[in-house]
């Protein structure tokens, strides 16, 4: 009963011995209670400091209980002191850190102008990330290039997902086809959906990004280097225009877990990942953007590139892209 006080279950019996045996000795206690002398004269310490038992005023070598209800006022007393100090203290740090804030925006300005604020460098990132993941509140959205994930990656994220799917927050992440050839990022979407998270797959992606309660955007400021720098956008037509193509690609993509559409052939006989490497080639990239864009190895797009050449019987890589125009295989894509 007394735990809430900080008082175990020793001193707990010495308060009902005393109260029990008003004007009791030192050593009747000891021997009723069967305590050592030490661990006795520790609970009387810890009860008077709380003013429940008091060395009687005639003789010190005997104790007697406190009204409860008095003892009790005294420790609400002294604790509303040191919470009203602890909240006078709260308010200080938010006094200086708005200060500070100020300060920071000040001596910074360029960083922040229209709706868009720059950050720099991967730390600079996280710690901003961190704070505006704490105020959401109905849903995250990502696009996730790069083929697998790195285990320290998503050991780091799990934490922070955790707590966001606890809440009640949506997310859904969109990784790359190829990363179902990564056990471990399989294993992390497998706990992740085990949360109630919701994670696809989609042949290739466009932009690394996360969209916050459909409000705020982060995205890249070089997509060949994602540490280097963010953007965080809050201006509402971009953010729209960046909501919509996550929904479009998320429609088209292929639940992670289950069954597997991904191997699944078109028409044409080419699964979404052929398919989308030939769409990648008749643009113009070559085979290291191409296995960027996939989240593969050069090696690996460069064995999709021929085996396409094999499928359009062609021998070189213009013909091939002659010969996919003629079959219709990159229709609108001239």
Not at 153 to 159: G, I, L, T, V, W
Not at 310 to 328: I, M, P, W
Request: some cysteine; glycine content about 8%.
């Amino acid at each position: 009963m007394l735990e809430v006080l900080g008082l175990d279950g020793v001193c707990e019996n010495v308060y009902r011995a005393v109260l029990v045996h008003p004007q009791a000795e030192f050593d009747t206690l000891r021997v009723k209670l069967g305590l050592p002398e030490t661990e006795l004269r520790h609970a009387l310490d810890r009860l008077s400091e709380l003013a429940l038992v008091r060395p009687a005023f005639d003789q010190p070598h005997r104790f007697r209980a406190v009204d409860p209800e008095i003892g009790i006022q005294a420790v609400i007393a002294r604790q509303q002191e040191r919470l009203a100090a602890e909240q006078q203290r709260i308010e200080q740090i938010r006094l200086a850190a708005a200060r500070l804030a100020a300060d920071f925006t000040v001596a910074r300005p360029h960083r922040q102008i229209d709706g868009i604020e720059r950050l720099d460098g991967i730390e600079e990132i996280r710690e901003r990330i961190a704070l505006l993941v704490h105020g959401v509140r109905t849903e995250v959205m990502t696009l996730a290039p790069g083929g697998a994930q790195s285990e320290a990656s998503m050991e780091a994220a799990k934490p922070q997902d955790q707590a966001l799917l606890e809440r009640g927050v949506r997310m859904r992440t969109l990784y790359l086809d190829s990363v179902r050839n990564s056990p471990a990022t399989v294993s992390y979407a497998g706990w992740l959906t085990e949360l109630n998270g919701e994670v696809r797959t989609t042949p290739s992606l466009p932009i690394r990004l996360i969209l916050l309660d459909r409000r705020i955007a982060i995205v890249p400021t070089d997509e060949g280097d994602s540490r280097a720098g963010a953007l965080v956008l809050s201006g509402s037509g971009t953010v729209t225009a960046l909501c919509a193509l996550f929904d479009t690609i998320w429609d088209s993509a292929a639940p992670l877990g289950g069954a597997s559409s991904c191997d699944r052939k078109d028409e044409r006989g080419l699964s979404p990942q052929e398919a989308e490497a030939l769409r990648l080639l008749g643009q113009g990239l070559t085979d290291d953007a191409v296995a960027k864009r996939l989240g593969v190895s050069p090696r690996t797009a460069r064995r999709i590139a021929a085996d396409l050449m094999e499928k359009l019987g062609a021998r070189s890589r213009f013909q091939a892209g002659a010969r996919a125009v003629a079959k219709g295989w990159l229709a609108g894509e001239e």
